[in-house]
Antibody, heavy 118, light 108 residues
């Protein structure tokens, strides 16, 4: 069974940093590119970042470029999101998601909440 | 970036009714479109990919159609468990992947 389990969220002050993790199981993690997608409270979905299976290709949304860093450790089956210079508008539930071979994202984690507030 | 315009924002329907949700892309996305269902407090679930292909395990009352810039999700014979928010997403041209703003479906 495919599972994605995020952790590392919490309450953080503006300007501070936080690192999220997503542990994958039930599939060959090293064969898949992975994504972070976020959802502000009561709002829609916003794609945040993508990393290819071997970390050769990395893309970011303009809203986080230069502040967030996506990375992965295939030996540990773990995806990361290092977030710096956090702003109130980064407050959201952060999901890791696996892309389906046919298109779209077929598996999502349960999400981890990040709240940026003083 | 490709913008996705989804309508309506909210929808109220009766059990057994047929419901249609629309999504318009700002340019041709060549069927690179997915639909998701998100129930309250849960993660999104993939329903449809490639505009009209049903994801594994999704009930056949869900269907997708469209081409070019105009796409739709249809739910036949609405069930109580279909109460949720629905989102479209384009993956034809990325980055970025872009989502519609969502449609909240409630029972009348």
């Amino acid at each position: 069974e495919v599972q994605l389990v995020e952790s590392g969220g919490g309450l953080v002050q503006p300007g501070r940093s936080l690192k999220l993790s997503c542990v994958a199981s039930g599939f060959t993690f090293s064969n898949y590119g992975m994504n972070w997608i976020r959802q502000a409270p009561g709002k829609g979905l916003e794609w945040v970042a993508y990393i290819s299976s071997g970390s050769s290709y990395i893309y970011y949304a303009e809203t986080v470029k230069g502040r967030f860093t996506i990375s992965r450790d295939n030996a540990k089956n773990t995806l990361y999101l290092q977030m710096t210079s956090l702003r109130s508008e980064d407050t959201a539930l952060y999901y890791c998601a696996r892309p389906d071979r046919g298109g779209g994202f077929d598996y999502w984690g349960q999400g981890v909440m990040v709240t940026v507030s003083s | 970036d490709i913008q996705m315009t989804q309508s309506p924002a909210s929808l109220s329907a009766s059990l057994g009714e047929t419901v249609t949700i629309e999504c318009r892309a700002s340019e041709d996305i060549y069927n690179g479109l997915a639909w998701y269902q998100q129930k309250p407090g849960k993660s999104p679930q993939l329903l449809i990919y490639n505009a009209n292909s049903l994801h594994t395990g999704v009930p056949s009352r869900f269907s997708g159609s469209g081409s070019g810039t105009q796409y739709s999700l249809k739910i036949n014979s609405l069930q109580s468990e279909d109460v949720a928010s629905y989102f479209c997403q384009q993956y034809y041209d990325y980055p970025p992947y872009t989502f519609g703003a969502g449609t909240k479906l409630e029972l009348k």
